[in-house]
């Protein structure tokens, strides 16, 4: 340092002084200078190795400190190794073959599997509304505050009913078929008298209309052919039980039977009633609590109900008035509702969880204790009414103030819930209703026809799948659907215990042929005749469609060009020489 080299030239300077100055005795002090020089310079070598060897210590700690943090990183990246290695060997243990033999010190590479999804016919659906000509518009004064249990619209192939608000409980009956704006002023009606509950359409006769109110009364409108013209406060036949004077909830008619109507009342019991007597036939004991839902099966045996206390119920009113099936249903106290699905084979709920989710679940019904599949759909308070199909195996739901109607199809494999295309609508609707199957346009492959109704606007909607050849019928789209519209037993012979099967009906016209028949019958593309010349077959559903002069045209082509095939020389030219041996070609 600079303050040690001053020192020192201090020092030399004071020598070099000494060393020109001289004793008395005139000897030198040159010795007494150099011990002086020494004990200085001895003194300045033990600071300065103090000081070094503190610097040393200080690096030999720094060294130590990172000396640990570099070995703390090394540990880590050991342990990561060895899990890497440890992973590694699993994996090669994994991949090792079926021959046993020993893996390869470098993980083999990963087999690709695929996963093949469920061919599912109807997966790409497609909501179409209908054209603005086939609305009906300016509906008025609709009801918002129909009942949980309610669907809110009932329809059938010729009429559709909405409620409407105010006192006394009215109901709108139109002609769907007939589009167009509603003229201002009073909307004809069916007065009851009573607060509406339920209604329903006799699936047997277009004409007849039941209606449950809060007065325990069921009320049996016939409309007349040309729809109603006026308002009407007088029913054609009223139905009470004397014993019980309850509300009546909910409506469900019989699939089979013509007479029988199903009525769950205030009092959680459930009457069957034959409407040919007037009496109630069957009377359930009581549910204990609300009862949110019935469905008969498609059979016409059993009767599945859906309780406030989060069970299902499968009766046999016939045999049994205690249920012969009991299970778990949605835990939600908002509403649930109950249906029957694959033949009877299975049963579809739709409810809450716990949460406030809105849940669809399908049981087997034969085990009604757990669900073999449960699908969420989101949270809403909306409830959800759902609609299916049995032809399609397709269930449609959705909710009022809800703009999406979710679309699944039924299976009876695993997960039995496959998710189709859902339909989302321009604007929330306040109700839906499926019409019958016999309305489906099947030339436009046309499997579902609905009627969905917003604020003020009634408009169909047509559920289609994309098909190539639409000249065909779709067969496999198109089973023979049941025949609803007819019965096929009386309501006496129902109660006397008798069962018979739906009948059935083909939705093919009369001029489409089949898919599977164009299949089968489908001709060769080319057949060689005796010209020599490929002649193209007409298809067998093109015929009747080719005009005379066409075919004429065509028949004259096929002539001339088997004339001209007929004047072609088949012979070689060597065989028309002269003088030239066969050898001589072949060489």
């Avoid at 599997?113 to 061919?119: A, V």
């Avoid at 008619?253 to 069957?272: E, F, R």
Wanted: charged fraction near 25%; aromatic fraction near 6%; glycine fraction near 6%.
């Amino acid at each position: 340092s600079i303050s040690q080299l001053r020192k020192t030239y201090e020092a030399k300077e004071e020598t070099q002084e000494m060393v020109e100055e001289t004793d008395e005795d005139g000897s030198s002090k040159l010795a007494s200078i150099r011990k002086a020089f020494e004990s200085r310079s001895v003194s300045m070598d033990e600071k300065m190795v103090e000081r070094r060897w503190e610097e040393v210590r200080q690096e030999k700690t720094i060294q130590e400190e990172e000396k640990e943090n570099v070995g703390e990183q090394l540990t880590v990246r050991d342990s990561s190794r060895v899990i890497a290695a440890e992973r590694r060997k699993t994996f090669e243990q994994r991949m090792v073959s079926v021959d046993d033999k020993p893996a390869s010190p470098t993980p083999r590479r990963a087999t690709v599997t695929r996963s093949f999804r469920r061919i599912c016919k109807f997966r790409h659906l497609k909501g179409t509304p209908g054209h603005k000509s086939t609305c009906i518009e300016n509906l008025r004064d609709l009801s918002r505050t129909t009942p949980g249990e309610c669907d809110g619209m009932a329809a059938n192939s010729e009429f559709v009913v909405l409620p409407l608000s105010g006192p006394g409980g009215k109901l709108s009956v139109l002609k769907h078929k007939k589009g167009g704006r509603q003229p201002d002023g009073v909307i004809p009606s069916l007065m009851n008298t009573a607060n509406v509950m339920d209604f329903a359409f006799d699936p047997f006769n277009e004409h007849t209309l039941a209606v449950a109110c809060d007065d325990g009364k069921i009320h049996l409108w016939h409309i007349p052919e040309g729809g109603l013209t006026q308002p009407t406060n007088e029913p054609n036949e009223t139905f009470m039980d004397i014993g019980s004077a309850d509300k009546v909830t909910i409506l469900k008619w019989h699939p089979l039977s013509a007479g029988i109507l199903a009525a769950a009342c205030g009092d959680l019991t459930i009457k069957v009633w034959d409407l040919h007597s007037q009496s109630v036939a069957i009377t359930l004991p009581s549910h204990p609590d609300q009862i949110f839902s019935l469905a008969w099966s498609p059979c016409g045996r059993y009767l599945a109900t859906m309780c406030r206390d989060s069970h299902i119920r499968i009766y046999d009113p016939r045999h049994c008035t205690e249920p012969i099936q009991t299970g778990n249903g949605p835990v939600g106290v908002r509403g649930a509702r109950v249906l029957w699905a694959l033949g009877g084979k299975y049963l579809v709920t739709v409810g809450f969880s716990k949460v406030s989710e809105r849940q669809i679940s399908v049981y087997k019904a034969t085990e009604l204790n757990k669900p073999c599949n449960t699908v969420v759909i989101d949270i809403s308070p909306a409830m959800l009414i759902p609609f299916y199909d049995p032809d399609s195996s397709t269930l449609f739901a959705t909710g009022k103030g809800d703009s999406t109607i979710y679309a699944y199809e039924i299976g009876t494999d695993y997960p039995h819930l496959f998710p189709l295309s859902h339909h989302k609508c321009g604007s929330v609707h306040q109700g839906l209703v499926m019409l019958p199957k016999i309305m489906c346009d099947v030339r436009q492959v046309e499997f579902c026809k609905a009627l969905r109704l917003t604020s003020s606007i009634l408009e169909p909607l047509s559920f289609t799948v994309p098909r190539v050849k639409t000249e065909l019928f779709q067969d496999d789209i198109f089973p023979p659907t049941f025949v609803s519209w007819e019965p096929v037993m009386t309501a006496a012979e129902w109660l006397g215990d008798t069962n018979r099967p739906p009948r059935t009906l083909s939705l093919q016209p009369s001029d489409m042929l089949t898919l599977s028949e164009s299949r089968e019958q489908q001709s060769p593309v080319s057949q060689p005749n005796s010209g020599g010349h490929i002649r193209h077959e007409t298809p067998p559903f093109l015929k009747g469609m080719v005009p005379n002069e066409v075919r004429q045209t065509q028949h004259k082509l096929e002539e001339s060009m088997s004339q001209q095939m007929n004047q072609v020389s088949k012979t070689l030219e060597q065989d028309r020489m002269e003088g030239v041996d066969s050898t001589e070609w072949e060489d």
